[in-house]
T-cell receptor, first 121, second 115 residues
Framework: GENVEQHPSTLSVQEGDSAVIKCTYS??????FPWYKQELGKRPQLIID?????GEKKDQRIAVTLNKTAKHFSLHITETQPEDSAVYFC????????????????????FGKGITLSVRP | DGGITQSPKYLFRKEGQNVTLSCEQN?????MYWYRQDPGQGLRLIYY???????QKGDIAEGYSVSREKKESFPLTVTSAQKNPTAFYLC??????????????FGPGTRLTVL
């Protein structure tokens, strides 16, 4: 099965600096890579995702890059703010088509262990 | 994400007792999932269901059971066979469609403590 690893497990940056979180995956068939943010005591929420036919995607201060050859993808946060402090999870999915008569695709995700990002004021 | 509810928020049980965690969604999502979250372990998939009356084991299904009798509901039973049941349990749901890439929406979670 798929194995997703995140490094490092914790990251501390000064407010205003950039943060980069890297994940690696093992299954070359994986084709969908979301990032979730979980603030203390709250549920995980999707912040950005990327599909295997794209190398980079941006959304304001966050971006994700994908290197299919090396099987790694990274989350980039620029101009970090204290509210960016949270646990960030990467995940991978191979978007397997369901067998008939079901329609649609399997959205099963394999998550990394998470990284705790701390932004120092 | 307000469309997925889990109850209760905190649950205490004695060792050896079975306990059922509730998960309900009104998002009309086909797929539902149960994850277990432990410190430093990320989110590990217990069971998932793509359609009513069908479900599949995830990576850590031993000691757990589920049912999917209604599209809106996916209860998880933690049995006495689960050796280390104390954890934070998260339920999620997603659409299943031809697009292949479907965001999972999470519930608020249930923190289970077995004494």
């Amino acid at each position: 099965g798929e194995n997703v690893e995140q490094h490092p497990s914790t990251l501390s940056v000064q407010e205003g600096d950039s943060a980069v979180i890297k994940c690696t995956y093992s299954d070359s068939a994986s084709n969908y890579f979301p990032w979730y943010k979980q603030e203390l005591g709250k549920r995980p929420q999707l912040i950005i995702d990327i599909r295997s036919n794209v190398g980079e995607k941006k959304d304001q201060r966050i971006a994700v890059t994908l290197n299919k050859t090396a099987k790694h993808f990274s989350l980039h946060i620029t101009e970090t703010q204290p509210e960016d402090s949270a646990v960030y999870f990467c995940a991978a999915s191979w978007g397997e088509q369901l067998p008939r008569p079901l329609t649609g695709a399997n959205s099963k995700l394999t998550f990394g262990k998470g990284i705790t990002l701390s932004v120092r004021p | 994400d307000g469309g997925i509810t889990q109850s209760p928020k905190y649950l205490f049980r004695k060792e050896g007792q079975n306990v059922t965690l509730s998960c309900e969604q009104n998002l009309n999502h086909d797929a539902m999932y149960w994850y277990r979250q432990d410190p430093g372990q990320g989110l590990r998939l217990i069971y998932y269901s793509q359609i009513v009356n069908d479900f599949q084991k995830g990576d850590i299904a031993e000691g757990y059971s589920v049912s999917r009798e209604k599209k809106e509901s996916f209860p998880l039973t933690v049995t006495s066979a689960q050796k280390n049941p104390t954890a934070f349990y998260l339920c999620a749901s997603s659409i299943v469609r031809e697009g292949l890439y479907n965001e999972q929406f999470f519930g608020p979670g249930t923190r289970l403590t077995v004494l």
